[in-house]
């Protein structure tokens, strides 16, 4: 449905998303328009869940995402990262709120706390248990 490109890292780092342009096979439009922001790796967490898996792990950006999935759990985030909530929130809780346990893990700078409280908001609200961990570097993801 889009990609989400990364540039650069740490401060350098810049992001950006684009879609398929239907008119132009082959071309990208470098915006999402309105295209619904669904939760990264939205296959695998559906097949999680008809396994009946029951703990996600949610982190700011897709990087950190797949650090966890290394490591063998259930993991996404949200498109745009913690910038993207309100915007992804309509298809993602959607998804987020079919599992009974959620794990958020912030990055440690202000956006990231806004992050994890609304997110853990949205997820009590659908009776979801959720935590929230601090990610393990205070630098955020680098």
């Known amino acids: 449905m889009f990609q989400v490109l990364r540039k650069g ?12 342009d239907h ?10 328009g309105d295209t619904p922001r669904i939760p990264y790796r939205l296959p695998e967490l559906s097949a999680e869940l008809s396994n009946g898996g029951s703990l996600l792990w949610i982190t700011e950006g897709e990087k950190s995402a ?19 909530w309100r915007t992804a929130r309509p298809h993602c809780l959607r998804v987020f709120s079919r599992f009974a346990r959620v794990n958020i893990v912030r990055d440690f700078d202000d956006e990231g706390l806004r992050y994890a409280w609304d997110l853990r908001l949205d997820l009590e609200s ?17």
């Open 23 to 32: 008119d132009r096979p082959g071309q990208w439009v470098f915006n999402l």
């Open 66 to 84: 797949e650090a966890l999935v290394r490591a063998g759990l259930v993991a996404t985030t949200t498109p745009g990262g913690a910038g993207g």
């Open 9 to 20: 890292s740490g401060t350098d780092k810049v992001m950006s998303q684009r879609r398929p």
């Open 126 to 142: 659908a009776e979801c248990e959720v935590r929230i961990l601090l990610s393990a570097t205070t630098r955020g993801d680098q």
